[in-house]
């Protein structure tokens, strides 16, 4: 084989190596659907069959600088899915009759108990909750 052809050899090998490398790193990061929410959502479920047979009601993926409030088909959801991957989503609920707010953290979901309604969401670019009161 000639010095020549024996060049153009290794330099298609190490093209084809190095088109290789590049297709196994450039996967997304964890970017993935849950409980039928796509992402990058924040999903409510208007029954606890909602959730479970995998069918949000409403879905949300826009940052906000205020809160939103929720209409028909997520105020009053039994659960919420949030599958952004370095989003919170704050939500609003009324308890009791006093409103609260509670965080949802990235890639978590909450199912939420009895007698609590949501009423407002906001998505957060910040990935950690607050802490404390």
């Known amino acids: 084989m000639s010095h020549r052809r024996m060049r153009g050899t290794v330099v298609a090998a190490l093209t084809l190596t190095t088109l290789s490398l590049v297709t196994l790193t450039s996967s ?37 600088t205020g809160f939103q409030t929720l209409g028909a088909q997520s105020r009053g959801a039994k659960a919420v899915v949030n599958t952004r ?15 609260y707010t509670t965080c ?20 957060e670019s910040q990935s950690a909750c607050p802490t404390g009161p």
């Open 85 to 99: 991957n370095d989003d919170r989503a704050s939500i609003k609920f009324l308890d009791g009759g006093n409103e």
């Open 28 to 64: 997304p990061a964890s970017a993935t659907s849950r409980k039928g929410c796509p992402y990058p959502n924040v999903c409510f479920y208007l029954t606890k069959a909602d959730y479970t047979d995998n069918h949000p009601t409403a879905m949300f993926k826009d940052f906000t």
């Open 104 to 123: 949802l953290p990235p890639n978590q979901d909450w199912p939420v108990q009895s007698g609590i309604t949501v009423t407002k969401l906001r998505i």
